[in-house]
């Protein structure tokens, strides 16, 4: 299963335990006003605060699907944006507000946005190409995704690294590839 399908399904369980639990407890809330109303003052008031017990988590159950869902199409929308950008030229933005943009803020616009659409793709998947952290843009774009997915600058190095490790502590992260020991000891004979 993706992990868009995972969030989804998460989605629906909350949904569904949250509306049950809502309904049972107006339900019991319900039936405790009937049971006043009908005369039977000792036990209403009881079944009454006790639908309370029910309808709380479902209400809170109601509100973390909701801010899930919100944050899954907001980061869908972004993505699509990003993806977006390569239909969408440059030149054509800057004629309508009547700016020259230098062929090198060009280049570098195209690096971060490629780069920011790497990270997004891996976040979904898990696997990041880490060679892209050679790049002279990855810092930027290390921020701008940072900006995107958590709504927020952070003052790290590499936030990116961060954010990724996070959410997938099971994948490889980057290092620096070391020659092999027989490259070395051909280089010392010399």
Same mark, same amino acid.
């Given at each position: 299963?993706?992990? &868009?399908? !995972?969030? &989804?399904? &998460?989605?629906?369980?909350?949904?569904?335990?949250?509306?049950?639990? =809502?309904?049972?407890?107006?339900?019991?809330?319900?039936?405790?006003?009937?049971?006043? !109303?009908?005369? &039977?003052?000792?036990?209403?008031?009881?079944?009454?605060?006790?639908?309370?017990?029910? +309808?709380?988590?479902?209400?809170?159950?109601?509100?973390?699907?909701? #801010?899930?869902?919100?944050?899954? @199409?907001?980061? @869908?929308? =972004?993505? $699509?944006?990003?993806?977006?950008?390569? %239909?969408?030229?440059?030149?054509?933005?800057?004629?309508? =507000?009547?700016?020259? =943009?230098? %062929?090198?803020? /060009?280049?570098?616009?195209?690096?971060?946005?490629?780069?920011?659409?790497?990270?997004?793709?891996?976040?979904?998947?898990? %696997?990041?190409?880490?060679?892209?952290? /050679?790049?002279?843009?990855?810092?930027?774009?290390?921020?701008?995704?940072?900006?995107?997915?958590?709504? @927020?600058?952070?003052?790290? /190095?590499? *936030? +990116?690294?961060?954010?990724? %490790?996070?959410?997938? *502590?099971?994948? #490889?992260?980057?290092? /620096?590839?070391?020659? *092999? $020991?027989?490259?070395? #000891? #051909?280089r010392e004979k010399k």
């Amino acid at each position: 299963m993706s992990g &868009k399908s !995972i969030g &989804k399904l &998460k989605n629906r369980l909350l949904k569904i335990f949250g509306f049950s639990l =809502v309904f049972f407890g107006v339900f019991m809330l319900v039936v405790g006003v009937a049971i006043i !109303i009908e005369g &039977k003052k000792d036990d209403g008031p009881g079944i009454a605060m006790a639908s309370l017990i029910f +309808f709380i988590p479902g209400a809170t159950l109601l509100y973390l699907e909701r #801010r899930s869902s919100r944050e899954m @199409e907001t980061l @869908e929308t =972004v993505a $699509s944006a990003v993806r977006s950008y390569r %239909r969408i030229k440059l030149v054509d933005l800057a004629a309508k =507000v009547g700016i020259t =943009v230098p %062929r090198a803020m /060009k280049a570098g616009v195209v690096q971060i946005v490629y780069i920011v659409e790497r990270m997004l793709s891996a976040m979904k998947s898990g %696997r990041m190409r880490w060679s892209l952290k /050679k790049r002279s843009k990855y810092a930027d774009a290390s921020m701008v995704f940072s900006a995107i997915f958590v709504g @927020e600058e952070t003052d790290t /190095k590499d *936030p +990116f690294s961060r954010i990724f %490790r996070q959410a997938h *502590p099971e994948s #490889r992260g980057y290092r /620096k590839k070391r020659r *092999p $020991s027989r490259w070395r #000891r #051909r280089r010392e004979k010399k």
